[in-house]
Each structure stands twice: as C-alpha cells, then as structure tokens.
Nanobody, 130 residues
Framework: QVQPVESGGGLVQAGGSLRLSCAASGRTSSMSHMAWFRQAPGKEREFVTGINWSIGMTAYADSVQGRFTISRDTAKNTLALQMNSPKPEDTAVYYC???????????????????????WGQGTQVTVSS
C-alpha cells in the first residue's frame, strides 16, 4: 500500500501563486503514476495533471495548461503542483492520487480517469479569491 498525504492548500488571490505538495509513504517502489485531481462544490472530481513516476511524462487538463506545473522528486517520493495565476474557478479540494505498477501501463502517459488510480489522499482545500 501507498499512503499519499497532501499539504500546502489555503487561500490565494487570483493571479497569485500557490504550491501544493504530496508526500508518499509505504510501498513507494510500486508507484507507476501520480496525479492531482480536484473537486469543486457540487461538481464531480476531475483530472488536473499527472506524471509518469519513472520517466516523467506529464499530462494536463486544458483548463490548467500553461498555468499549473506538476513535478516530482523520486528520491524523496514527493509530488508538487505549482499553481500560477490561479482563477476563482480553480477553487476546489485537491487530491493526490497514486497508481500501482501493472507492467503493461507503466510507460504510458498519465491516465485522466479516477479508476486508473489506486490510492488517494484526504485532500487539501484551495480557495482562490477574486
């Protein structure tokens, strides 16, 4: 099992910046991909960005492309989300997710759907004020 724990959420003004972190513990050698999802009030959880843990291939939702950056530190087993120029519509609970190695999918781009991920953090609230 892998336990991801998010940190860094809070209140930020539109146009500012915020950095989220996710620390993974447990069987981190079994990680294939990591991703950030978010869920706004009254909406379904949606994919934000993801990264292939071994080769660093990334994917972004169109809504955050060019504003958000995902990065990883494989030595520390941490994931980061740099949020630049956030907008009020980015307000949501942000979740860190981990996918296990399955062999056949390990070198594929990050998947954009929830069922591709096996372990989830508790989430961290991000509120963007206008």
């Amino acid at each position: 099992q892998v336990q991801p724990v998010e940190s860094g959420g809070g209140l930020v003004q539109a146009g500012g910046s915020l950095r989220l972190s996710c620390a993974a513990s447990g069987r981190t050698s079994s990680m294939s991909h990591m991703a950030w999802f978010r869920q706004a009030p009254g909406k379904e959880r949606e994919f934000v960005t993801g990264i292939n843990w071994s080769i660093g291939m990334t994917a972004y939702a169109d809504s955050v492309q060019g504003r958000f950056t995902i990065s990883r530190d494989t030595a520390k087993n941490t994931l980061a989300l740099q949020m630049n120029s956030p907008k009020p519509e980015d307000t949501a609970v942000y979740y860190c997710a981990v996918a296990k190695r399955r062999g056949s999918t390990d070198r594929l781009p990050p998947r954009r759907y929830e069922s591709a991920y096996d372990y989830w953090g508790q989430g961290t609230q991000v509120t963007v004020s206008s």
